[in-house]
């Protein structure tokens, strides 16, 4: 499995590391889950339908994150990724805690993805 990254998920993470100084770890964490199982697994994680895309689109609501102790997996984080099958492939498109913004960026994942 190989994993990328937008410009932008760089950016949202480069802003979350000032406040979360283990994200990169974390991430890492997330990585190795994602190779043994990269599509979505409820509550966890889920599919976003609503594009009109082909790609497999998907938002990861439970991250744990070490900084937020005794948060665990409740930490509030959301991952967006896209997931290539084929290509054993994945895009990671936006990183955000849920008090920060509501939902995903559809628009990004449209302009990235269409």
Do not use: W
Request: glycine share 4%.
């Amino acid at each position: 499995m190989t994993f990328d990254e937008l410009k932008e998920f760089k950016k949202d993470l480069k802003n979350l590391l000032k406040k979360y100084r283990t994200l990169n770890d974390d991430l890492d964490v997330v990585k190795q889950v994602l190779i043994t199982a990269p599509d979505a697994r409820p509550p966890f994680s889920f599919r976003i339908d609503n594009l009109g895309l082909e790609t497999c689109v998907v938002k990861v609501k439970k991250i744990a994150c070490r900084t937020l102790k005794g948060r665990g997996v409740n930490s509030g984080l959301h991952l967006i990724y896209a997931h290539f099958k084929e290509e054993e492939r994945i895009i990671f498109i936006e990183l955000y805690h849920k008090n920060d913004k509501e939902n995903e960026d559809k628009q990004r994942i449209l302009n990235h993805f269409k």
